[in-house]
């Protein structure tokens, strides 16, 4: 940014510094999701929502045929800034969904000064039974458990994630403040 004034050149100059170390975000907000329980309904409609507010936002859709979907994945988590994680019944049957989330708190973690925020969306379900990992979520995780492929290592990221996420200040479908949050 040119300036005529030495004034604003210090400013500039001390604004561009500020910018060298605070890395610009390609999304304002990546949406993670199951694709089965919310994508022809609540999913695309907050992803037009937001859209339309000229809310730059990453959705799976943006995935081109042909790239390698999980390190697409991560990369788009790392380039954003607001994460939504829409919980839903089914969340946690998705293999992909858990590492999803497991990625986006790791990135907030590490990015702690670096204003990376996760909401939840918890759509349908009841917190606790994310947070505790009953219902459908502690099906979800004996089932894999079962299956074998995934290690103790991977489960425990896994829970952590999901109670850590689900310790967050969200949004809950049954309360008002939800859908005015879908709304607006």
Same mark, same amino acid.
């Given at each position: 940014m040119? =300036?005529?004034?030495?004034?604003? =050149?210090?400013?500039?100059?001390s604004?561009?510094?500020? &910018? @060298?170390t605070?890395?610009m975000?390609?999304?304002?907000?990546?949406?993670?999701?199951?694709g089965?329980?919310t994508?022809a309904?609540?999913t695309?409609?907050?992803? &037009?929502d937001?859209?339309?507010?000229?809310?730059y936002?990453?959705?799976d859709?943006?995935?081109?045929? %042909?790239?390698?979907?999980w390190?697409?994945?991560?990369?788009a988590i790392?380039? =954003?800034?607001?994460?939504?994680?829409?919980?839903?019944?089914?969340? @946690?049957?998705s293999?992909?969904?858990?590492?999803?989330?497991?990625e986006?708190m790791?990135?907030?973690n590490?990015n702690?000064d670096?204003?990376?925020?996760?909401i939840?969306v918890f759509?349908?379900?009841?917190?606790?039974?994310?947070?505790?990992?009953? %219902? =459908?979520y502690?099906? @979800?995780l004996?089932?894999?458990?079962?299956q074998?492929k995934?290690?103790?290592?991977?489960?425990?990221?896994w829970?952590? &994630?999901?109670?850590?996420? @689900?310790?967050?200040? %969200?949004?809950?479908?049954t309360?008002?403040r939800?859908?005015?949050?879908?709304i607006?």
């Open positions: 040119a =300036s005529s004034s030495s004034s604003s =050149s210090s400013s500039s100059s604004s561009s510094s500020h &910018a @060298a605070m890395p975000k390609k999304y304002d907000v990546f949406i993670s999701f199951r089965d329980d994508r309904g609540f695309s409609h907050l992803y &037009a937001l859209c339309r507010s000229k809310i936002t990453y959705i859709y943006r995935i081109e045929k %042909g790239d390698e979907v390190v697409e994945l991560v990369k790392k380039q =954003s800034t607001i994460f939504l994680v829409v919980f839903s019944e089914n969340y @946690a049957s293999t992909w969904c858990l590492n999803e989330l497991v986006i790791e990135c907030c590490k702690e670096d204003k990376v925020v996760v939840p759509y349908h379900v009841d917190p606790s039974h994310v947070r505790k990992q009953t %219902g =459908s502690g099906t @979800a004996i089932k894999h458990k079962k074998g995934n290690d103790d290592k991977m489960m425990q990221n829970k952590n &994630a999901l109670f850590q996420a @689900a310790n967050l200040s %969200g949004f809950h479908s309360t008002y939800f859908f005015c949050f879908c607006h």
